[in-house]
Each structure stands twice: as C-alpha cells, then as structure tokens.
C-alpha cells in the first residue's frame, strides 16, 4: 500500500524544516510529502524550494491565500494531490519517530482511521531544537523537556506489542487531534474531505470524523507507535467557537456524510 504525508503549515518554516528534517530520518518513506500552507509567506516557500532540491521524494507545496486560519480549506487543497491510497496527516510542528510513517502502515485497517497522540515538547526544548532546525533529533524516552505529565511521558515509550494491546475505537471525540491522523483516500473521498466553511481555530476535525463515523469508518486510537513530538507553541484564539461548534452540531443532528463545500472543490 503507497502513503502520501500532508504537513499543514503557516509562517514557521523554522518548525518546518525540523519536521522535513525528521521526515527524512524515517525508516519507510512516503511516496509524496505535501505541505499544505495556509497562506505562509516567502521565507516559507524557500524553504520548501530548498528541500525539493534535496528530497528523495516528490516534495509538494500546496499554498492558499492568507484569509485567516483556514486550516480545513488548506488541508484540502494538499489532498487534492494525494495519488496514493492512503494518507497522514501531521501539523507542521510535529517531529516523527523514525518508525512514524511505518508504523501508521503496520495499523491500517480498511473501514478505520488512525488517530494518533502527540508528546508534547516543553518551551525551553523546542527554543534549543529551533536554534538548529536542520539538525536531525533523537529524542530518548524520559528525557528532560519531553513532556511534564507522567501518563504522557508512558505512552512516549515505543512498542508495537503494547500498541496492539491497547488499541481501541476512538469514542472521546475530545480526543480528535489531526496533528497525528491517517486514513484510506476512498474514505476521505467519501466524505468530501474536510469542510471548507470552517474560518477560525477548533472543531474541523471533529466535524470531519463525525462524518466519517457517519459513513461507517470507526476511528482506532493508537498509542506507543506512531510517536510524534509536538512543538511548543502559544495556543491560537478561540474567538471562532462558537460559530463553528454550531457547523459540527448541525452535522450531528443531521448526521451528514458528506459536506457542501469539501474536497471537491480543488478536484479538477
């Protein structure tokens, strides 16, 4: 089965580099790695000429108009250049395990996405990451700076036998993320991919599962494989809550499947 990587991104480009960095380090490699831009500017669009001139895949750069945070819009124009049958997703601050890419592979299930978790990274390690973006990371279990909650620093622990032991459907909705999911391209098709009318922070994802589940794709929850390190960041506002909880409320009260304004549209 081919996998194609999307990174969403906007106006980080030393985060990016950090995650191209590791997406180079994997020990299987996608078929295509997209960024999806939500409206970046210059510094960004050469970082990414930078590496295509170097990757040893096809290095993409899907870019919008910055319109305000558009990430469900962005997403969709870089799926619209997946070729392969499926695809993950990451946010353009999360660095990858060296097994990312090949343990999302090894827990595909047709009829299932995969969603999974994050390590966060404190503000002092990211600070010390970024001041070399280009230099590849390891990162050692228990290590300083990586996390602060205990339950979070267990499941930062690599292990294919616990990750089958503890799979399991995905019913928390609060525990969408899409910082770390992937999916058979047939199902996003199926639901039109994410909606386009989401503007502003929150909820486009779940929104986005919500459908799935719609269409009968459970969602599985993986954890101790497919490890990703998130970046410190400062959190985005919330000011567009509560006009778009009530795009995922109606979505659940009509149980719809497949949006409007979707992927469709940037589909020739």
Same mark, same amino acid.
């Given at each position: 089965?081919?996998?194609?990587?999307?990174? %969403? %991104? *906007?106006?980080?480009?030393?985060?990016?580099?950090?995650?191209?960095?590791?997406?180079?380090?994997?020990?299987?490699?996608?078929?295509?790695?997209?960024?999806?831009?939500?409206?970046?500017?210059?510094?960004?669009?050469?970082?990414?000429?930078?590496?295509?001139?170097?990757?040893?895949?096809?290095?993409?750069?899907?870019?919008?108009?910055?319109?305000?945070?558009?990430?469900?819009?962005?997403?969709?124009?870089?799926?619209?250049?997946?070729?392969?049958? *499926?695809?993950?997703?990451?946010?353009?601050?999360? !660095?990858?395990?060296?097994?990312?890419?090949?343990?999302?592979?090894?827990?595909?299930?047709?009829?299932?996405?995969?969603?999974?978790?994050? %390590?966060?990274?404190?503000?002092?390690?990211?600070?010390?990451?970024?001041?070399?973006?280009?230099?590849?990371?390891?990162?050692?279990?228990?290590?300083?700076?990586?996390?602060?909650?205990?339950?979070?620093?267990?499941?930062?622990?690599?292990?294919? /036998?616990?990750?089958?032991? %503890?799979?399991?459907?995905?019913?928390?909705?609060?525990?969408?993320?899409?910082?770390?999911?992937?999916?058979?391209?047939?199902?996003?098709?199926?639901? /039109?991919?994410?909606? /386009?009318?989401?503007?502003?922070?929150?909820?486009?994802?779940?929104?986005?599962?919500?459908?799935?589940?719609?269409?009968?794709?459970?969602?599985?929850?993986?954890?101790?494989?497919? !490890?990703? *390190?998130? !970046? *410190?960041?400062?959190?985005?506002?919330?000011?567009?809550?509560?006009?778009?909880?009530?795009?995922?409320?109606?979505?659940?009260?009509?149980?719809?499947?497949?949006?409007?304004?979707?992927?469709?549209?940037?589909?020739?």
């Amino acid at each position: 089965m081919t996998v194609d990587l999307l990174i %969403t %991104t *906007y106006n980080r480009p030393d985060a990016l580099e950090a995650v191209l960095v590791s997406v180079l380090q994997q020990t299987q490699l996608p078929q295509r790695v997209i960024v999806a831009d939500d409206g970046s500017g210059e510094a960004t669009a050469a970082l990414v000429r930078r590496y295509q001139a170097i990757f040893p895949v096809e290095l993409l750069h899907a870019w919008q108009e910055d319109s305000g945070f558009r990430a469900a819009a962005s997403r969709n124009r870089g799926l619209a250049l997946v070729k392969s049958s *499926y695809v993950i997703i990451i946010d353009g601050d999360m !660095l990858l395990d060296p097994h990312f890419i090949a343990d999302h592979l090894h827990f595909a299930q047709p009829g299932h996405f995969i969603q999974g978790g994050r %390590t966060m990274l404190t503000e002092e390690k990211t600070k010390a990451l970024l001041a070399h973006p280009e230099q590849p990371q390891a990162f050692r279990f228990l290590e300083p700076g990586v996390e602060f909650r205990l339950e979070k620093k267990l499941t930062a622990f690599r292990s294919l /036998n616990l990750a089958k032991w %503890t799979l399991k459907e995905l019913r928390n909705k609060r525990k969408v993320r899409s910082c770390n999911m992937s999916f058979y391209m047939e199902d996003v098709r199926k639901v /039109n991919g994410f909606n /386009n009318e989401f503007v502003g922070w929150g909820r486009e994802d779940s929104e986005f599962v919500e459908r799935l589940n719609h269409a009968g794709v459970k969602g599985n929850l993986l954890k101790f494989a497919a !490890l990703g *390190y998130h !970046l *410190y960041h400062k959190e985005e506002t919330r000011a567009a809550l509560p006009q778009n909880d009530k795009l995922l409320q109606n979505t659940i009260d009509q149980r719809l499947v497949a949006c409007k304004h979707g992927l469709a549209d940037f589909l020739n």
